[in-house]
């Protein structure tokens, strides 16, 4: 089968082709697995995390890609949940302990990391976390509901925003203009403000129902009870806190944060950034509670994610796009 590998671990700056065309035996599903013939998988940050050494895989070479939607092609001994023909989604959590805090767990394992993923024609995943895709969406809409929709839900869930309140969302890529849309649905009476670098995506935001938007280090027109901060960088990090009412809470939504401005946290500021309440609070992961329940909200609304196709062969491409955030939305390459 064709496959996208990686084999080091290198900053995208010195290596713009990170990924290798291979040519890969069909894995066999194991007990309780499926194998899933892979028609696309989503392009995501945290690619360039594992890429770039910031959250590495645990060997190499590895097939990454944890943003994949399929049809189920074979059984494992006792998998009895999927039938063959079934069309499925495969998220970042690849295995696990099962447990209500599965994300958290020392037996976590994520999809594309720890495991081969779906940059591939075809990868096998236990059928405990493998997801039925809503008939609603095509398979490219499909794709990114399952990291930067799942993981989005998860931190709008985290933020703990009510009816009514104030929240805020910086960073507006693949993850934020999905949970806008998610906000937007379950709590119509709240104002929703977006921070983004690009005019571009400021005027998006503002067509998919945000109230306000303005600059990553610009002032909403009232404090916000909660921000969901999206980016790898610090300087937003900075900018929520200061855009938070007392007892506010800040959201961040990244597996790993990047080096780049790190040094603007010596400019953090007790009294200006933090006093009054303020709170901090971190998304691990998904877990597969995560994924079915943003699953059926995106069909429920139905939430439309906005994406870009491209083929297999073309990944690197994509990741470079992302890296230099020339993406409205999401990526998605097309395999079967």
């Known amino acids: 089968m064709r496959a ?19 040519e890969l035996p069909v894995p ?41 939607v399929g049809t189920v092609a074979a059984l494992g001994e006792g998998a009895t949940v999927f039938s063959a023909g079934d069309r499925v989604g495969i998220g970042w959590i690849f295995d696990s302990d099962a447990s209500e805090t599965e994300n958290l767990s020392p037996a976590f394992r994520a999809t594309g990391r720890d495991a081969n ?24 809409e499909a794709a990114p509901l399952l990291c930067a929709g799942g993981v989005g839900y998860r931190a709008l869930r985290l933020c703990g925003i009510q009816e009514g309140q104030r929240l805020g969302l910086t960073g507006f890529g693949g993850s934020g203009h ?31 129902g945000a109230d306000w938007a303005g600059d990553t280090t610009d002032l909403p027109p009232a404090p916000l009870d909660a921000v969901i901060d999206t980016t790898p960088a610090w ?18 939504n990244a597996i790993r944060k990047e080096d780049t401005d790190r040094d603007l946290l010596a400019s953090l500021d007790y009294a200006r950034h933090l006093w ?23 069909a429920e609304i139905p939430l439309r994610p906005a994406v870009q196709t491209c083929a297999l062969e073309d990944a690197n491409h994509a990741l470079r796009r992302l890296r230099a955030g020339h993406i409205r939305g999401s990526y998605v390459l097309k395999i079967n």
Do not use: W
């Open 276 to 298: 009054l309440e303020k709170e901090v609070k971190t998304v691990a992961n998904v877990t597969a509670r995560d994924l079915r329940e943003c699953l059926a909200l995106a």
């Open 235 to 252: 300087a937003p990090v900075l900018a929520g806190l200061l855009a938070l009412k007392p007892g506010g809470r800040l959201v961040i």
């Open 117 to 140: 993923g779906g940059y591939a024609e075809f990868m096998t995943v236990s059928e405990r976390y493998a997801y039925r895709i809503p008939e609603v969406f095509t398979d490219a």
């Open 4 to 22: 996208m590998a990686l084999t080091a671990i290198a900053s995208l700056e010195n290596n713009p082709e990170p990924l290798r065309l291979v």
């Open 178 to 208: 999905l949970v806008l849309q998610m906000a937007r649905h379950l709590y119509p009476t709240a104002s929703i403000s977006v921070f983004a670098r690009s005019p571009a995506e400021r005027e998006f935001a503002l067509g998919l």
């Open 28 to 68: 066999a599903p194991g007990r309780g697995e499926i194998l899933v013939r892979v028609s696309v998988c989503g392009v995501c940050h945290t690619e360039l995390d594992e890429i770039e050494g910031r959250t590495p895989p645990r060997r190499l070479p590895v097939v990454p890609g944890h943003e994949v």
